[in-house]
């Protein structure tokens, strides 16, 4: 027989029966498994570092739990002389700024994302999507001088008396014009919310299959109609998710927000009045909190702060996830 064909016929069987045995033993073989073992080791500690956090604030909130207990919730009075403390001027300037700024920055995302994924020519595409995530990569401290500078001015010249002169019959738009306050936080966070809701809500709808869009096309259906009945509808929840993620960096934010929202502990249907959020209490009396409950007191607001935060963001990633899910199951059909 020939040498050569005897070393071929060799390397052939060596080969197939090596990969046979690699990718039998894949599951067990040391470096796999150290490796698997080792990355289920991050993974974990991530889950460990939020576990370790949420522990840490409850054990420093004692005090205050202790003593307020859930009606620090829904009190008003926050004397550090006296030391009686309550939550719900903070816990309201949170709500109002962050569901004002969801309400603005939701349909500019929805939109923008819209344009993004469906329309825009590839290279008109690319740069939008670069400045989008520029913008996302903007520290919070810049758009709170910008918002002090310049919006909280345009706001108390410009935009607060015109919707005080025809709109002042509502509550939401009646007072003097500070400029600062909730409108001034609501836009700014809506400003810093556009960035990340817009992307993820392009995403979302660039995993639409194609074949949603192809259905109706054939019908004779316009490119705004396939929008509107194919692609929306299947990435609604998506959708949702990317909102619930904007509304958790709206909740989380700090520095902008602190230098906007005018920093007064008082609740008020009018847009147009200083508020607190809860962020920014932290950051303006933490380093003043010389009495144990005060201290105590602002854990509490940052512990209840954690658990919003943490319950929002659950929310948003369950809901990309059964999108996932659909968009794989779409998949196996086609």
């Known amino acids: 027989m020939d040498p050569c064909a005897c070393c071929l016929r060799a390397f052939i069987f060596g080969g197939v029966f090596g990969g046979i045995l690699i990718t039998t033993n894949r599951a067990t073989y040391p470096g ?20 370790v956090m949420a522990f840490q604030l409850y054990r420093e909130a004692q005090p205050s739990l202790q003593r307020f207990g859930w009606p620090f919730v829904w009190g008003r009075e926050w004397d550090p002389v006296h030391e009686k403390f309550g939550a719900l001027p903070y816990i309201y300037g ?3 700024s ?20 469906e329309f825009a020519p590839r290279r008109l595409k690319a740069t939008l999507a670069f400045l989008v995530d520029l913008l996302a990569g903007i520290p919070g401290i810049v758009y709170g001088l910008w918002g ?4 909280a001015p345009f706001l108390r010249n410009c935009l607060e008396p015109w919707l ?26 809506a400003i810093m919310c556009i960035p990340v809701m817009t992307a993820v809500t392009r995403e979302v709808l660039e995993v639409v299959p194609a074949g949603q869009r192809e259905a109706l096309l054939a019908f004779g259906a316009t490119p705004w109609e396939v929008v509107r009945l194919a692609v929306l509808p299947y990435a609604r929840e998506g959708i949702i998710g990317a909102f619930f993620l904007g509304l958790g960096k709206a909740l989380g934010e700090t520095l902008a ?5 005018g920093n007064r502990p008082e609740i008020s249907l009018s847009l147009f009045s200083p508020a ?27 512990l209840l702060l954690f658990g919003i935060t943490l319950l929002v963001n659950i929310i948003a990633r369950l809901l990309i996830y059964r999108l996932g899910r659909k968009v794989s199951r779409w998949k196996q059909v086609e």
């Not at 002090?148 to 919006?151: A, G, K, N, P, T």
């Open 257 to 261: 927000v602190t230098m906007v929202i």
């Open 94 to 96: 949170t709500l109002v």
């Open 276 to 302: 607190h959020s809860m962020t920014s209490v932290i950051v303006n009396e933490f380093a003043q909190a010389v009495k144990a409950i005060h201290l105590a007191a602002l854990i509490h607001i940052g």
């Open 98 to 117: 962050t569901l004002l700024a969801l309400a603005l920055a939701g349909p500019i995302s929805l939109g923008a994302a819209v344009y993004l994924a």
């Open 148 to 151: 002090s500078f310049v919006l």
């Open 164 to 189: 005080g002169k025809y709109l002042g019959f509502l509550p939401l738009f009646q007072g003097p014009p500070f400029g600062i306050g909730l409108l001034a936080a609501g836009i700014i966070l």
């Open 32 to 51: 796999d498994t150290f490796f698997r073992r080792l990355t289920i080791l991050f993974a974990l500690a991530l889950f460990l570092l939020v576990l």
